[in-house]
Nanobody
Framework: QVQLVESGGGLAQPGESLRLSCAAS????????MRWYRQAPGKERELVAH????????TIADSVRGRFTVSRDNRQDTVTLEMNNVKPEDTAVYFC?????????????WGQGTQVTVSS
């Protein structure tokens, strides 16, 4: 079955770096664009990064541009979010998403999320 498993979250101090990984399985990974979202307490889920299926085109949210980058490895079926110079406002649960994959009757599939906390 389709699975997206995020890892790499945790506690970081402001200015530090974190690397989030998403391991995908159960579908033809290299055929699909991938996304990272985040959701802070009391806030709506926010699109952080998008990468096309080949990995050559990315879109980064204004709120993290210049600090976060997204990449993928189509041999390993993984997508990575590199988070540099993190700030307290980056604290959120980060979700891996495959937006255009149809699973059952639903388009789009989500991982379970990984918590990122930025605090001194």
């Amino acid at each position: 079955q389709v699975q997206l498993v995020e890892s790499g979250g945790g506690l970081a101090q402001p200015g530090e770096s974190l690397r989030l990984s998403c391991a995908a399985s159960g579908f033809n990974f290299l055929a699909y664009a991938m996304r990272w979202y985040r959701q802070a307490p009391g806030k709506e889920r926010e699109l952080v990064a998008h990468i096309n299926s080949a990995g050559g085109r990315t879109t980064i949210a204004d709120s993290v541009r210049g600090r976060f980058t997204v990449s993928r490895d189509n041999r390993q079926d993984t997508v990575t979010l590199e988070m540099n110079n993190v700030k307290p406002e980056d604290t959120a649960v980060y979700f891996c998403n495959v937006p255009y994959l149809k699973v059952g009757g639903t388009v789009g599939f989500w991982g379970q999320g990984t918590q990122v906390t930025v605090s001194s």
